[in-house]
């Protein structure tokens, strides 16, 4: 099982080199830094001794310079007073010399470095020279003194006060207008004497500075690398670390590389202002430089310095950068390969750290998946799932098992599962728990007894109850899986109650239902299975026993009707409405009407369940009302017959009873105007009537065919502009009898819904109506218009004819009624029955209010249509 | 008004009189042929049965027609007509008493040209006629026939 999961898992190796990669790399950045660190102090520390050793130079050099040039400064001075040398300005006698001479050698005796010492008169003339060489001193004969006015340190050394002593520049003696050689380093100091009568000297002293320069040169001997060098106020180098760079304001004074400055720029401009006295240091460009100005005497001298040797020179020592690191370099390995070495070691520790971090972390995520697997199942599983530990405390739940007893989880972890049994069974689930925790095994309770639960809030519902045991680390535990059956029990009570009201609903209905078994062969008798009460009153029976114990064949009154029956079942498998005759018990035969349905049983039986209806009743009201409905469909037929003969009729009358009124009508015509002059005017009168009579017959033919038509037509209703119809109306009137003024007021903008054609035969003959019986008035007036009563808008005809006595009113819409002699006012007395069934079709109404001789108004209204 | 005949299809002897009358009073002078019903109407058209000797090249100005005759009515003509393609442009005036909306509708759905009520009254028949013959014989000149 173990070798399986590792070797499922594969090693996670790129993690792993990604991550030892990560550490290695903080960690070389870490040693880089400190080795670096360690680097820089090293060679910091390099540089201290460096310079330590640089400024130990030059405080030797500077030392020997200072006290090297103040025995010239100080033995001016002593000649200068000499008594020799002031008697000889006082009274300027030349044998006074001597003894000045006198005095010059026996100094030079002493001073082997002094070239030359002189006395110079006012105008620049040698007055007294010493000459001094390897070979010693030696005075100088007056044939050979010469006129020096035109050298610059006389003119100089005897023009200035006498308490200054002129310093020259540090450079090499000039024989003849050359540079001597072997090269002579000279330094020349002067220092002119005064007499108080106002004669004038000039003592001078020639300093050779071989011995000066070797001395210094000498001190800077190991390294070769570190010497000293004595560098002049333009920054010609008077020593330097190669001979030939020295001097060379002598020979080449703006040459490449001639002055310190040239090659040190940086360094120069920094040590070329150096105060005197202190010694100064520095890192410049890379290189080590270390300096010191040195002045010829030291600056509380009582003495004033001039001349160009007064600003005095520079000592400087520089350590290029190489010598620096070339010290440091041991060092510097040792680190180096120090750190390779530490770095190397730390590839492994990375490892290492990262392959544990790696694992730590892959098995943290297991566990957690694991966990939330094992956690997602428990909250997939549909029951509650309560986990209890050896002692019956409640160890974990899940969430089905939160919402099935109300409380939160952390309310119910550690507490005693009876927590979840309601108080009056804790007893009784102590037994129980008790007995479980003694032998523990996989046992189900409740499905059979009742088992209760408790909620939180009191309630108590019906539990099933699983509980299986598990050995953990942590000691066994019991898996209680509880599920609530309340809704299953709701089920199970409601089936039952269903099965109790089909029950019911199989007893109480007035309809027979049966089930009887179907044996494989045809022929075989069946016997009942199930009857209803119904079925047992239908067939008569003393009990649903007896009507079992019967054979139902021989409930049939008829065995061909059963057997059809039977055969039709058994090929289409139901039979519905089936009516046949049956017999009860009691031998009484009724009329029955079933439907069956053959079924098979589970085992493959066949049985048929059946309902069966006692129809006598039925079939007697149908009986009666078939013959209604012949009776109906007799009339129906009658009626329609009755139509056609009428439309027949109809077109008859229409088309041959005109015929013969033409032929009267027309040929009494012919013999008035062909024959008149033989007929008297009794005659033409009797023609005449003839012609009226046969014109009068047509008009009520023709408005007879219109009332028939009125009635046969059915309603095509749309909206009708019966302002318009009206207009056209009055005018044809005015067309027929042009001679007759009748005022029409026709109301603008009557609409009404319903049928053109036959609201125009109506108004046609209102008109009409309104036209004749007002023939006598003048002016004639007809008004047509409408007014609103309620919902309904009633139109009306209006006249100024001459009326009628209402109380004859209620004949006027008969056919064939006249009011008025027909020879005054013709007509056939068919217009206003026709407009009567024209507003009864549109379910409207009609009446009329008139007096006599005083002119009459139709009213009526369309339904209950709006006037728009 | 040209010569062309007048085929007047009716079975009243009173109405033929009348209507010659009236043809008379309005001075119509073209010859007027008359037939007695349906079946010697389109005989006559087509010169078969007892016309079977007439130029059946040669058609009536206009047929005056009424509706019920005895054998083939008036409407069944008017269909034989306008189904006939020598015929089919042949003006046809329904003249008849009927004034049934039935019967008028018919005869437009078949192709009447025009419909003319018999009017009982003498002098307004008159009238019409006159109006018959000023349209179909002197304003309305009969098409080529193809």
């Not at chain 1, 082997?112 to 001193?137: C, I, S, T």
């Amino acid at each position: 099982m173990a070798k399986a999961e590792v070797a499922r898992r594969s090693y996670p190796l790129r993690a792993v080199v990604m991550r030892t990669a990560a550490w290695w790399l903080m960690a070389l950045v870490v040693l880089g830094v400190a080795f670096w660190m360690l680097d820089r102090g090293q060679h910091a520390s390099t540089q201290r001794a460096i310079g330590a050793q640089q400024r130990t130079l030059i405080d030797q050099a500077s030392s020997v310079l200072a006290a090297t040039l103040q025995i010239p400064i100080a033995d001016l001075p002593y000649l200068a007073d000499r008594p020799a040398v002031r008697h000889w300005l006082r009274i300027g006698k030349p044998e006074l010399l001597e003894q000045v001479a006198v005095d010059l050698l026996t100094l030079a005796r002493h001073r082997p470095n002094y070239a030359k010492l002189r006395l110079f008169g006012a105008d620049g003339q040698e007055m007294v020279r010493v000459n001094q060489d390897e070979a010693g001193p030696r005075l100088v004969s007056e044939r050979q003194l010469q006129d020096k006015s035109d050298r610059y340190f006389v003119r100089d050394g005897l023009a200035q006060p006498s308490s200054s002593i002129h310093v020259s520049r540090f450079d090499l003696n000039v024989d003849g207008g050359r540079v001597e050689q072997p090269y002579r380093p000279m330094l020349r100091f002067g220092l002119p004497v005064i007499d108080v009568g106002g004669a004038r000297g000039l003592i001078t002293v020639n300093y050779s500075g071989r011995a000066l320069l070797e001395q210094l040169s000498a001190l800077s001997t190991e390294p070769a690398e570190i010497g000293v060098w004595l560098v002049d106020p333009e920054g010609y180098w008077l020593l330097a670390q190669r001979p030939e760079e020295a001097w060379a304001f002598e020979f080449a004074p703006s040459g490449k590389g001639a002055r310190f400055g040239d090659r040190y720029g940086a360094a120069w401009s920094q040590l070329r202002n150096a105060a005197p006295g202190s010694t100064g240091q520095a890192e410049i460009d890379g290189d080590l430089f270390t300096w010191r100005r040195v002045l010829p005497a030291p600056a509380d001298n009582h003495w004033q310095l001039t001349g160009p040797g007064a600003d005095g020179w520079l000592l400087v020592t520089r350590s290029p950068r190489r010598v620096v690191a070339a010290a440091a370099a041991g060092q510097h390995r040792l680190l180096l390969s120090s750190f390779g070495a530490l770095a190397f070691a730390m590839l492994p520790a990375a490892f290492v750290l990262a392959h544990y971090q790696i694992g730590r972390r892959q098995h943290w995520n297991r566990l957690q998946a694991s966990e939330t697997r094992f956690r997602e199942m428990l909250g997939a599983v549909p029951d509650a799932v309560v986990i209890l530990d050896g002692e019956g405390r409640i160890n974990l739940v899940n969430a089905q098992a939160e919402r099935q007893f109300g409380y939160r989880s952390d309310e119910l972890v550690g507490q005693p599962a009876e927590i979840l049994v309601p108080e009056r069974l804790r007893a009784q689930f102590a037994v129980l728990s008790d007995t479980y925790l003694a032998a523990p095994r996989v046992q189900s309770l409740g499905a059979n007894s009742q088992l209760t639960a408790r909620r939180k809030d009191g309630s108590e519902f019906e539990v099933e109850l699983a509980l299986s045991p598990v050995a953990t680390d942590e000691g066994g535990m019991a898996i209680a899986v509880v599920r609530d059956v309340t809704e299953r029990r709701q089920l199970e009570q409601a089936r039952e109650d269903a099965r109790f009201r089909h029950q019911q609903l199989f007893d109480n209905l007035p309809l027979g239902i049966f089930r009887s078994s179907l044996t494989e062969r045809m022929h075989d008798e069946r016997h009942f299975l199930e009857v209803n009460p119904a079925l047992v009153t239908m067939f008569e029976a003393a009990s649903a026993a007896r009507l079992l114990a019967c054979c139902p064949a021989d409930l049939y009154h008829d065995e061909r009707q059963r057997a059809a029956l039977v055969a039709e079942l058994y090929a289409l498998g139901a039979v519905t409405g089936r009516e046949l005759q049956m017999v009860t018990l009691q031998g009484r035969v009724f009329d029955a009407r079933m439907s069956v349905v053959m079924r098979r049983d589970g085992d493959g039986s066949r049985f048929v369940d059946g309902v069966i209806e006692d129809v006598s009743m039925r079939c007697a009201a149908e009986r009666d009302r078939d013959r209604a409905a012949e009776e109906a469909r007799r009339k129906a037929a009658a009626l329609e017959s009755a139509n056609r003969e009428l439309e027949a009729f109809s077109y008859t009358v229409s088309h041959d009873l005109r015929a013969p009124l033409r032929a009267m009508d027309g040929f009494s015509r012919i013999l008035e105007q062909e024959y008149g002059d033989r007929l008297d005017a009794e005659g033409k009168s009797h023609l005449a009537r003839v012609r009226r009579g046969a014109q009068h017959m047509a008009a009520l033919i023709d408005d007879l065919l219109k009332l028939s038509q009125v009635t046969r037509r059915p309603l095509h209703p749309s909206t009708v502009d019966l302002t318009s119809m009206a207009l056209e109306l009055t005018a044809s009137f005015d067309e027929r009898e042009p001679k007759r003024s009748v005022e029409w007021h026709i109301a603008p903008g009557l609409m009404a819904r319903g049928d053109a054609r036959l609201l125009r035969v109506a108004l046609d003959n209102l008109f009409d109506n309104a036209w004749k019986f007002s023939r006598k008035r003048d002016p004639a007036m007809v008004e047509f218009g409408s007014r609103r009563e309620e919902q309904t808008v009633v139109y009306y005809v209006r006249d100024n004819g001459v009326g009628f006595d209402m109380a004859y009113a209620d004949n006027l819409f008969g056919p064939f009624q006249r009011l008025h002699d027909a020879c005054e006012f013709p007509g056939t007395g068919i217009g206003l029955a026709t407009v009567q069934r024209v507003i009864a079709k549109h379910h409207g109404r009609i009446w009329v209010e008139a007096a006599e001789d005083n002119g009459a108004t139709f009213y009526f209204t369309l339904g209950t249509q709006e006037a728009t | 008004m040209n010569g062309k005949s007048i085929l007047l299809v009716e079975d009243n002897p009173d109405d033929v009189t009348l209507t010659l009358h009236a043809f008379a009073a309005n001075r119509i002078a073209n010859p007027v042929v008359r037939v007695r019903d349906g079946v010697e109407a389109l005989d006559y058209l087509y010169a078969t049965g007892a016309f079977a000797d007439r130029d059946a090249e040669s058609l009536p100005a206009v047929v005056l027609l009424d509706l019920k005759l005895p054998r083939i009515d008036g409407l069944e003509v008017l269909r034989r007509i306008r189904a006939h393609p020598r015929t089919r442009l042949l003006p046809v005036v329904i003249l008849t008493s009927s004034n049934e909306d039935q019967d008028r509708l018919e005869g437009y759905a078949l192709g009447a040209n025009s419909y003319v009520r018999k009017p009982v009254d003498f002098d307004e028949f008159v009238r019409a006629a006159g109006q018959l013959g000023l349209y179909w014989l002197v304003l309305n000149a009969p098409p080529e026939s193809d």
